[in-house]
């Protein structure tokens, strides 16, 4: 009489337990692959070391976050909070601050809920006299709509409207594209970090 | 002397049926399974639809909605957003209503997202005996104009209209469909049961008012 594991097939039933997560994994690697350097979805943050990262050639620092500065803005209904996180941005040369054109921003809290900020108090006093970088649809540019001056530090700040009880958890990400998107061979391939902010208010 | 009998032709026929039952077994599944199967490439990614009625909060999983009011109208004009001589815009608001040919049906939900931002809502007015209808596009205020964003946890209330003949009313639920961007698929759906049915329906749409306004959606309480 054969072998017990002769008997059982073993060796076809290892072969299968090894091929199957292959033949998933694989595709999956290589799909997930294509979506994150086409930008269809969002950079995996690195974490910021000690509030600092560098991302596309800029040097990114975290300042802190102010809650519910309204200043002459009419405020949200209760149980929303304004959130405006400071960041201290200086882009290496012209090529890093062109690439800043494409800087996105999300706040994400411990729930896993994700907010991308809210333009609608771009136009407080508090912020425009600062002259920090509010980032719009054209990215982080200066007022005009250029590049950022290469080599100067620029005050960049986001805003966000979340629930109060996400404020105490929340970490905020920055993406910048590392490419022009224009065609497969130059992918958005966007880097993203991940900040936590101090409470300044 | 006769040599016992050998027992292992009858093991190995009851070994054979076993075999054939369990392949008989699998290939019942495997069919079965092959039943379940969408063939329609659309209707792999549609919507997951969640169902309840106007009464609660109806999620679906990707959003919550919850039916807050439901009314009638002869025509319907836009709210306007200025806060200066409100009165007055909207009075010159009013003269431009729309008459409906058949009834509008104004109704107005809030929408919570989950957990990512959602912007753009489509709905459905299903009347209950057969018929479908979309949201009109007369409201520039209507849930899901451009600027609208559903923020997790944060509900935006506003409107949704729709235009139709009275008579195909008979047990009206509403279809919200909330997603980002331009792509619907695996997106949630809720359809909402707006318990109005019978004569209590025939009231409704016979004392449906003059001119109703759309208001411009806004963010409410968390």
């Known amino acids: 009489m054969p072998p017990l594991w002769k008997r059982l097939q073993l060796p076809y039933v290892a072969a299968v337990a090894v091929l199957l997560p292959v033949s998933v994994a694989v595709p999956w690697w290589l799909e997930e692959r294509k979506l994150a350097e086409s930008g269809a979805v969002p950079a995996d943050p690195v974490p910021a070391q000690g509030g600092r990262a560098d991302l596309a050639g800029s040097s990114w620092e975290v300042r802190g976050f102010l809650q519910d500065e309204f200043g002459e803005a009419e405020p949200p209904p209760p149980g929303i909070s304004l959130v405006d996180v400071l960041f201290r941005a200086v882009p290496s040369d012209e090529a890093a601050a062109e690439k800043l054109l494409s800087c996105d921003f999300r706040a994400e809290d411990g729930r896993g809920r994700v907010w991308r900020p809210d333009g609608s108090f771009s136009t407080r006093a508090a912020v425009t006299e600062a002259g920090a970088v509010t980032p719009g649809l054209g990215g982080c540019a200066d007022p005009e709509g250029e590049p950022l001056p290469p080599g100067e530090k620029a005050g960049v700040i986001v805003s966000f409207l979340v629930p109060e009880d996400a404020v105490d958890s929340l970490v905020f990400q920055v993406q910048v594209d590392t490419g022009s998107g224009e065609d497969e061979e130059h992918p958005r391939a966007p880097v993203a970090a991940e900040f936590r902010a101090e409470k300044k208010n | ?222």
């Open chain 2, 1 to 222: 002397m006769r040599a016992a009998p050998d027992p292992r032709p009858a093991r190995r026929r009851s070994g054979r049926a076993s075999t054939v039952l369990a392949s008989a077994v699998l290939l019942a599944l495997l069919l079965g399974a092959q039943a379940l199967r969408i063939h329609d490439d659309e209707d792999r990614t549609a919507p997951i639809e969640a169902s309840g009625a106007a009464s609660e909060p109806v999620d679906a999983r990707s959003f919550t909605v919850e039916v807050v009011d439901v009314a009638f109208a002869r025509s319907v004009y836009d709210e306007s957003g200025f806060s200066f001589g409100g009165d007055e815009a909207d009075a010159g608001a009013a003269d431009g209503a729309v008459e409906a040919n058949g009834v509008w049906v104004v109704v107005t939900a809030d929408i919570t997202a989950a957990e990512r931002t959602l912007e753009r809502v489509e709905a459905e007015l299903e009347t209950g005996e057969g018929t479908t209808y979309g949201s009109s596009g007369v409201s520039m205020n209507a849930l899901g104009s451009i600027g609208d964003a559903f923020s997790p946890g944060i509900p935006r209330r506003g409107a949704v209209v729709f235009e139709l003949p009275p008579e195909r009313l008979a047990s009206p639920s509403v279809r919200f469909n909330v997603f980002s961007g331009l792509d619907r698929r695996l997106s949630g759906s809720a359809l909402v049961d707006l318990e109005l049915s019978g004569s209590e329906l025939k009231k409704a749409v016979d004392g449906a008012e003059e001119a109703v306004a759309v208001p411009q959606s806004e963010i409410r309480k968390a």
